[in-house]
T-cell receptor, first 111, second 111 residues
């Protein structure tokens, strides 16, 4: 069965650079969520999209933005990167508010 | 403010022993989920509980949702080394647009 695909799996950026993370949800899933998980931390909700419209916003910094495209894939854009942005970034998708299916994540390292 | 507190935070037991992980909140959730996460991977959904007092069993795992839908427990019988991982509970927000994750319980089963 198709899963949630995230790319890239690993990303190394320097401070003040920008990064774009991509997420391809499970086909026919109507909601996409982005989470940030720091080392030893639980996942923190960033933002979600329902049918390509932003539906909820969590602790997403103003330096970050996200969108969902017509093909339902989503991108998380991160600018002016800081060392503290180093984390695992997970995308998840769901249908009708059922359980999430998480992707394998993108490990971002800011140096 | 952490909506969901899990206990214990760390647990190390011998193979064959039983254990219980608790997930507590002062908030009421419309549903609650349990996930298991391997290092560097996304959380994998184990179960969703919806009704207060609900009990679900998944092989050696027993999940219970509190009567008031504020807390939940995960009981593992005869733990195996393959049960090692990070266990996360997550409560569904009122809007259903996000899940709030608990603080996590890191379980290590020693052979």
């Amino acid at each position: 069965a198709a899963g949630v695909i995230q790319s890239p799996r690993h990303l190394i950026k320097e401070k003040r650079e920008t990064a774009t993370l991509k997420c391809y949800p499970i086909p026919r899933h109507d909601t996409v969520y982005w989470y940030q998980q720091g080392p030893g931390q639980d996942p923190q909700f960033l933002i979600s999209f329902y049918e390509k419209m932003q539906s909820d916003k969590g602790s997403i910094p103003d330096r970050f933005s996200a969108q969902q495209f017509s093909d339902y894939h989503s991108e998380l854009n991160m600018s002016s990167l800081e060392l503290g942005d180093s984390a695992l970034y997970f995308c998840a998708s769901s249908l009708f508010r059922d359980g999430y299916t998480f992707g394998s994540g993108t490990r971002l390292t800011v140096v | 403010t952490q909506l969901l507190e899990q206990s214990p935070q760390f647990l190390s037991i011998q193979e064959g022993e039983n254990l219980t992980v608790y997930c507590n909140s002062s908030s009421v959730f419309s549903s609650l989920q349990w996930y298991r996460q391997e290092p560097g991977e996304g959380p994998v959904l184990l179960v969703t509980v919806v009704t207060g007092g609900e009990v679900k069993k998944l092989k050696r795992l027993t999940f219970q949702f509190g009567d008031a839908r504020k807390d939940s427990s995960l009981h593992i019988t005869a733990a195996q080394t393959g049960d090692t991982g990070l266990y996360l509970c997550a409560g569904e927000s009122d809007t259903g647009n996000q899940f709030y994750f608990g603080t996590g319980t890191s379980l290590t089963v020693i052979p």
